[in-house]
């Protein structure tokens, strides 16, 4: 099921959601297709929501090459990892982890096969639906000295802040309707 389709399942609190979703993604401007659906892909699995997810993969593959679709899951498997490790280094009142080796694999990061401009942003909107400041500040920087400017960064934000809310609104709507969701 396509995107559009799980928008109109979308309840009428979700109003904005869906008004957002639309202005974002149907009418973007910012972002080329291949930076705005590697978003959204890579957002929607950060989301954890499966309905969202399999239609963003959907979706997805019908707006990205098969290596661009591939790399936008790269992302969201990678900092999946890095998020939770990076954001323990900086939480952690012990000076000393920050100073320590992640000794995590990391290969997908320089064999993704996209523009490094893409797949810096999809980590980016990825750490952002995470919560790792550490890791939104280095994806953000990187963005910067390769020469992305702020709209460009601000806009694949706004995408993943949409595309998390739209998972958040599905997740609420399976616990408040149960019997709808094993249906």
Not at 4 to 18: F, H, N, R, S
Not at 79 to 93: A, E, G, T, V
Not at 129 to 152: M, Q, T
Request: charged fraction near 20%.
């Amino acid at each position: 099921m396509p995107i559009d389709t799980v928008m109109e399942t979308l309840p009428g609190y979700a109003k904005d959601i869906k008004l957002n979703y639309s202005t974002l993604v149907r009418q973007n401007t910012e972002l080329t297709p291949q930076q705005l659906w590697g978003t959204v892909v890579a957002s929607a699995i950060a989301t954890r929501n499966d309905t969202l997810t399999a239609a963003a993969l959907e979706d997805g593959a019908q707006h990205l090459s098969e290596q661009a679709l591939e790399a936008a899951r790269i992302a969201a498997a990678l900092m999946s990892m890095n998020n939770i490790f990076y954001r323990f280094q900086h939480l952690s009142s012990n000076e000393k982890y920050a100073t320590m080796p992640a000794r995590l694999r990391m290969n997908g990061m320089r064999t993704h096969g996209v523009e490094p401009v893409d797949f810096e942003l999809w980590s980016l909107a990825v750490s952002a639906i995470n919560g790792c400041g550490k890791c939104v500040d280095s994806h953000e920087k990187v963005l910067r000295e390769k020469g992305a400017g702020e709209d460009l960064v601000l806009a694949a934000v706004r995408v993943a802040s949409v595309i998390h809310a739209i998972g958040a609104v599905l997740d609420a709507e399976k616990v408040h309707q149960p019997e709808a969701a094993m249906a």
